[in-house]
């Protein structure tokens, strides 16, 4: 019924920038809380960051000051802009987002992931 897309991952070296979308299509009435998060090797998937539907924002302590999230409604896409990226940063990153039917039965949905790789 639901999709999330990923897209904007890819390798970069440390200390550079990558812009993550996730556009999300289907049998949408609203769309509450949107967040990323990641997985790395050996790692427990963690919340890199959030945001309601009204711009409020939560980020990892692990990142702050460094990504952003945004999104656009009207779009139904979550973005997350990283900046002075490390190599720890290095992860599978995850859309997550809680979708309203139009009979208002709310879901929680997952993206595929996207790739992203730091290098030194």
């Known amino acids: 019924q639901v999709q999330l897309v990923e897209s904007g991952g890819g390798l970069v070296q440390a200390g550079g920038s990558l812009r993550l979308s996730c556009a999300a299509s289907?049998?949408?009435?609203?769309?509450?809380?949107m967040g990323w998060y990641r997985q790395a090797p050996g790692k427990q998937r963690e919340l890199v960051a959030s945001?309601?539907?009204?711009?409020?924002?939560n980020y990892a302590d692990s990142v702050k000051g460094r990504f952003t999230i945004s999104r656009d409604n009207a779009k139904n896409t979550v973005y997350l802009q990283m900046n002075s990226l490390k190599p720890e940063d290095t992860a599978v990153y995850y859309c997550?987002?809680?979708?309203?039917?139009?009979?208002?039965?709310?879901?929680?949905?997952w993206g595929q992931g996207t790739q992203v790789t730091v290098s030194s």
């Open positions: 997550n987002a809680d979708v309203a039917s139009p009979s208002w039965r709310v879901q929680n949905y």
């Open positions: 289907g049998s949408i009435f609203r769309i509450d809380a």
């Open positions: 945001i309601t539907s009204r711009g409020s924002t």
